[in-house]
Each structure stands twice: as structure tokens, then as C-alpha cells.
């Protein structure tokens, strides 16, 4: 009878303690997402489909994905500083990245980009395909921004060397950015547009 009390006792408190550990991990990730804690020094990004990616400076790299995101077809992953992240699902799959040291990021298809504050870099180099957008408000030495097909850029912010090289289709708002020095060029080299100081 007492060695039946203690088995007793001993699965009760298995099972309570199991059922709090699940408890506590579905709290972690309810509507606030799920931190990705094994990527690290991220210098690039690549975005791939139908994402939105917030991008912001931080002390430390983190990756945040909301949506269920091990629910849907998705994918990011992190090799030698590249942050790749890729869904094709009808509803966007958002990803919250904070970098040290971003200097790259590349989106293709129907991705979308916002800066969430400043991104404060020596260099930034954006490069944009297909129908995909940015809306970055930068503090950086140089911006480079390459933009092909029906893209999108809305650049506010300030740069001392600023140089944009875009399609006849694609299209940059420019009105808030500060830069010292600005270089735009039409169609891959065609038709130089401007090359002057925004004031």
C-alpha cells in the first residue's frame, strides 16, 4: 500500500510537471513569436517570397518569427553570416531581425523590408528583384541600393555617399534622405540621372 501511495504520488507529479513545462513553453510563443537562438554575427540578410522583415541595430544578433512559423512551409536559416529566410504561403511571414553588423540585405519576389528605427552601419549595400520593397531609414557612411524589375524604395535618413542604380520600372522616394554626396543611375548604366549634394 505505501510502495502504490508513492507510484501514485511519483506520476502525479510527472504529469503536473510535464503539463507546466508545456504550459510555460506555449506562453513563451503565444503571439509574441519564437526567438531563434542558435543564429549569430548576421551580416547579410536574404529574403526570399512572400516575408516581411523588420530589421533593427542591437548589442546582439536575434532572430524573432512570428506566425506558426514551424506550421507553414518556411524557412530561415544562418551559414557564414548569411540570414536566409524564405515562405510562399498566401499571408506573410513575419521575422523580427536585430544585427550588430549588417552590411547586406537582398529580397526578391513579393518581400518587404522596414527598418525599425535607425540602421546605423558604415556601409549598406540593399539590393531589390522582382516586386519587392524597402522602407529604411538609415544613419550610414555609404548606402548603395540596386533596385531591378517593379521594386520599391522608400530611403529617409542620413548618408555621406548615397548611390542608387534602378530599372525604368522601379521606383525610390529619396525626399527625407540627407546625403552628402548622391550618384543615380537608369537601367544599369545607361543613363546617369543626378550627381549632386542633397542639402
Do not use: C
Not at 82 to 99: M, P
Not at 163 to 171: F, L, P, T, Y
Amino acid at each position: 500500500m505505501k510502495t502504490l501511495a508513492i507510484t501514485i504520488f511519483t506520476v502525479a507529479t510527472i504529469v503536473f510537471g510535464i503539463g507546466n513545462q508545456t504550459q510555460a513553453a506555449v506562453n513563451t510563443n503565444n503571439n509574441k513569436g519564437i526567438v531563434l537562438t542558435d543564429i549569430t554575427r548576421i551580416n547579410k540578410i536574404e529574403v526570399y517570397g512572400n516575408v516581411k522583415l523588420y530589421v533593427s541595430n542591437g548589442p546582439a544578433d536575434q532572430v524573432k518569427v512570428y506566425n506558426q512559423y514551424y506550421a507553414e512551409s518556411a524557412l530561415v536559416q544562418s551559414q557564414n553570416g548569411v540570414l536566409r529566410i524564405s515562405s510562399y504561403k498566401g499571408e506573410k511571414l513575419e521575422v523580427w531581425v536585430t544585427a550588430k553588423e549588417l552590411n547586406a540585405i537582398t529580397a526578391y519576389d513579393n518581400a518587404e523590408i522596414s527598418s525599425f528605427g535607425n540602421i546605423s552601419t558604415i556601409q549598406l549595400d540593399v539590393k531589390l528583384y522582382n516586386n519587392a520593397s524597402a522602407n529604411l531609414k538609415l544613419d550610414a557612411y555609404s548606402a548603395r541600393v540596386t533596385m531591378n524589375d517593379k521594386t520599391r524604395a522608400n530611403l529617409s535618413g542620413t548618408v555621406n555617399e548615397y548611390s542608387v542604380n534602378r530599372s525604368v520600372a522601379s521606383s525610390v522616394n529619396r525626399t527625407d534622405l540627407v546625403a552628402d554626396h548622391s550618384t543615380e543611375v537608369l537601367n544599369g548604366g545607361k543613363a546617369k540621372i543626378s550627381e549632386y549634394a542633397f542639402l
